[in-house]
C-alpha cells in the first residue's frame, strides 16, 4: 500500500493517497498488525498528506515500543540486528517528526535515540560511528 500511495504522491494525486493511507490503517490497525520498521515510511507519507494527527500518533506508539524494547535488549546484552532496527526506527522518526513540525515529540524520540547509542557505547566500549 505504501508504494501506490507514494506513486500517487508522486503524481500529485494527494486526495487519492490519503484515501489509501487510511484504507490500509483501517484494515490493517496496531491491534491486529502491530507497527514494526515499515510503518515508518506510513508515517512520513501520512505527514505528505496532511494526516499529521494520525502520523504523530503512529510515531509515538511505534517510537515509545522502539524504545521500551532497545532498552531491554541493552539490558539483555543483544546487540544484534533487533537492536538496530529499534535504534533506525528512533532515528528515523525523530527526524522525520522535526521534518514535519512535531518538535516535542522528536525531541523525546531523539533523546530515546541518543540514549541507546550511548548505552551501547559504554556496554561495548565502542564509537558511536560503529553503530
Do not use: C, W
Not at 45 to 64: M, P, Q, S
Not at 65 to 73: G, H, I
Not at 77 to 99: A, F, P, V
Amino acid at each position: 500500500m505504501n508504494s501506490l500511495a507514494e506513486g500517487l504522491i508522486d503524481k500529485g494525486d494527494l486526495t487519492k493517497a490519503r484515501e489509501v493511507l487510511l484504507f490500509s490503517l483501517e484494515k490493517m490497525p496496531d491491534k491486529g498488525v502491530p507497527y514494526d520498521h515499515t510503518a515508518v515510511t506510513m508515517v512520513e507519507l501520512l505527514f505528505k498528506v496532511g494526516e499529521k494527527e494520525k502520523a504523530a500518533e503512529i510515531a509515538g506508539v511505534l517510537g515509545n515500543r522502539s524504545d521500551e524494547m532497545a532498552a531491554y535488549l541493552i539490558a539483555q546484552g543483544d546487540t544484534g540486528m533487533e537492536l538496530r532496527r529499534n535504534i533506525y526506527i528512533l532515528g528515523n522518526l525523530y527526524q522525520i517528526l522535526y521534518k514535519n513540525g512535531e518538535n516535542d515529540l522528536g525531541k523525546k524520540l531523539e533523546d530515546a535515540y541518543n540514549k541507546h547509542i550511548e548505552a551501547m557505547q559504554i556496554k561495548h566500549g565502542g564509537k558511536r560511528s560503529d553503530f
